[in-house]
């Protein structure tokens, strides 16, 4: 079975501050990982995803995470917050190979201040 | 392309009424998810289909919800009767895992949702 685990439902940084959303993941199989972003009134969005290649992906607005297996961690990171970046996001985690389904954690909200 | 797009964005219904929701996935994509969104649980997978077939719906909360797919560009989430405890919000979702450099890695494309309020 899998599963995620986000630590902390609410985060709060200052404009230009790092940004650091906690996951941590459950997975009898090599799992793959994403972070989606979910903006007020929409769907989700995907920001990035972990595929068993390079440990420390990049995606969308600046964002990265880094897989580290021995931690069974995928935090999400940003070097400076932008006021746009709040949002909520979600830690997912699905199996490796063939078809599978996405699980999700239970989301971090954060919010950015002046 | 459009994107996944769904239907209606807000319904608000009485309790034991029928409800619909609708979905269009990507052309192209050959699976789909039906998803729900509470405060309280979070993003739950309710279903999803590949190629137009019902691969897991043990999500479904009960026999008062049915999904169903019958072509690769449409699909329905219908809840019968309704109850206060439905209302949620309701996403769809689409993805293609044909020519994908990397088979399974299901990226999900959501639509905006359907808000669900059953008085």
């Known amino acids: 079975a899998q599963s995620v685990t986000q630590l902390g439902s609410h985060v709060s940084v200052s404009e230009g501050a790092l940004v650091l959303l906690r996951c941590n993941y459950s997975s009898s199989v090599p799992p793959y990982l994403f972070w989606y972003v979910q903006y007020p009134n929409q769907g989700l969005q995907l920001l990035l995803k972990?595929?068993?290649?390079?440990?420390l992906v990049k995606g969308i607005n600046g964002f990265e995470a880094e897989f580290k297996k021995s931690e069974t961690s995928f935090h999400l990171t940003k070097p400076s917050a932008h006021m746009s970046d709040a949002a909520e996001y979600f830690c997912?985690?699905?199996?490796?190979?063939?078809?599978?389904?996405?699980?999700f954690g239970a989301g971090t909200r954060l919010a950015v201040h002046p | 392309d459009a994107g996944v797009i769904q239907s209606p964005r807000h319904e608000v219904t009485e309790m034991g009424q029928e409800v619909t929701l609708r979905c269009k996935p990507i052309?192209?994509?050959?699976?789909l998810f039906w998803y729900r969104q509470t405060m309280m649980r979070g993003l739950e997978l309710l279903i999803y289909?590949?190629?137009?077939?019902?691969?897991?719906d043990s999500g479904m909360p009960e026999d008062r919800f049915s999904a169903k797919m019958p072509n690769a560009s449409f699909s329905t989430l219908k809840i019968q009767p309704s109850e206060p405890r439905d209302s949620a919000v309701y996403f769809c979702?689409?993805?293609?895992?044909?020519?994908?450099?990397?088979?399974?890695?299901?990226?999900?494309?959501f639509g905006a949702g359907s808000r669900l309020t059953v008085l």
């Open positions: 289909f590949n190629n137009n077939v019902p691969i897991d």
């Open positions: 972990y595929t068993s290649a390079a440990t």
């Open positions: 052309s192209g994509h050959n699976s």
């Open positions: 979702a689409s993805s293609s895992d044909l020519g994908d450099r990397v088979p399974g890695a299901n990226v999900l494309t």
């Open positions: 997912a985690v699905s199996r490796s190979g063939g078809y599978n389904k996405l699980i």
